[in-house]
């Protein structure tokens, strides 16, 4: 099992920017992959980036040259720093762990970009 916490959430008006946290807990050594999702009320929820445990990183159209994803040692913690944010980045953001047959989620962070 995998345990996952989120933060870094808030208010920003348009053109700030906000850093997010995820800190895994439990079997963090079988993770391969860790990246952040969001969900916006009436959408599906969507991959804004991700990051392997070799490194390679991957991003949404919407949020490349924006956004960054890092992490500060092998897995743990995971970090977005989202810059340049618009409106339409609010969402919830959920942190997500894949180790290869389960996939786990923390409790989502809110986003909120006013215009």
């Known amino acids: 099992q995998v345990q996952l916490v989120e933060s870094g959430g808030g208010l920003v008006q348009a053109g700030g920017s906000l850093r997010l946290s995820c800190a895994a807990s439990g079997s963090i050594f079988s993770i391969n992959t860790m990246g952040w999702y969001r969900q916006a009320p009436g959408r599906q929820r969507e991959l804004v980036a991700a990051i392997t445990s070799s490194g390679t990183t991957n991003y949404a159209d919407s949020v490349k040259g924006r956004f960054t994803i890092s992490r500060d040692n092998v897995k743990n913690p995971v970090y977005l720093q989202m810059n340049s944010l618009k409106p339409e980045d609010t969402a919830v953001y959920y942190c997500?762990?894949?180790?290869?047959?389960?996939?786990?989620w923390g409790q989502g962070t809110q986003v909120t970009v006013s215009s």
């Open positions: 997500n762990a894949n180790d290869g047959l389960f996939e786990f």
